[in-house]
């Protein structure tokens, strides 16, 4: 059974990069049946994708913070991270990581696993 | 983009049926899954691929999805089903989450 651990920083400045690192243990991240995923939640609102990335590297992003974000891979420490620059108030949520188990065509991926999330709050 | 649209709230008495809906252009054509997340919880995975339940699932929750709607639909629903829920569905390679449905069960 996998476990994710979110880690990081819980305060930051506008304008300040957010830096969280997801710790995957119970598997491998290197597992070819799972993509890796950072979702974020607002205080008191819905779920926000932010994006996923494969082992070797490949990555999507929600295009509305493409601009914003880089997810990174560190097989040999068994970690994914984010980050996003030039944080405002409207960044500050809870962050979760995710495994994304499936096979095959993205319409089978799920989101099978997740962290227990960490809340960044943006204030000055 | 693609947008998945769900009831904010929705109320029902313990024992009764709750249907959570999921609205989405030609939203039959993609599977669909459904998070329950418990108030200061993480979401957890009720529903994949439509209609598949993962282990350690309860057998009242089940998924159906066809034509521009899928539903979630819990059958004897009891006071620990009280949680919000969302739907997800993949638009390309983008992942796309409804804006959530606040279950009351009272």
């Known amino acids: 059974q996998l476990q994710l651990q ?3 920083p819980g305060q930051l400045k506008p304008s300040e ?35 996923s990335i494969y082992y070797t590297g490949g990555t999507y992003y929600n295009p509305s913070l493409k601009s914003r974000v880089t997810i990174s891979v560190d097989t040999s420490k068994n970690q994914f991270s984010l980050r996003l620059s030039s944080v405002t108030a409207a960044d500050t949520a809870v962050y979760y990581c995710a495994a994304i188990y499936g096979s095959g065509s993205w319409e089978g991926y799920y989101f099978d696993y997740w962290g227990q999330g960490t809340l960044v709050t943006v204030s000055s | 983009s693609y947008e998945l649209t769900q009831p904010p709230s929705l109320s ?13 252009d030609k939203l039959g ?6 998070y329950q997340q418990r108030p200061g919880q993480s ?64």
């Open chain 2, 43 to 106: 979401p957890v995975l009720v529903i994949c691929q439509d209609y598949k339940r993962p282990s350690g699932i309860r057998e009242r929750f089940s998924g159906s999805n066809s034509g521009n709607t899928a539903t979630l639909t819990i059958s004897g629903t009891q006071a620990m089903d009280e949680a919000d829920y969302y739907c997800q569905a993949w638009d390309s390679s983008t992942v796309v989450f409804g804006g959530g449905t606040k279950l009351t069960v009272l």
């Open chain 1, 6 to 8: 979110e880690s990081g």
């Open chain 2, 29 to 34: 054509d993609k599977y669909v899954c459904w």
């Open chain 1, 17 to 51: 990069t957010l830096s969280l690192f997801c710790t995957v243990s119970g598997g491998s991240i290197s597992s070819s049946s799972y993509y890796w995923g950072w979702i974020r939640q607002p205080p008191g609102k819905g779920l926000e994708w932010i994006g």
């Open chain 2, 12 to 24: 029902v008495s313990p024992g009764q049926t709750a249907s959570i809906t999921c609205s989405g």
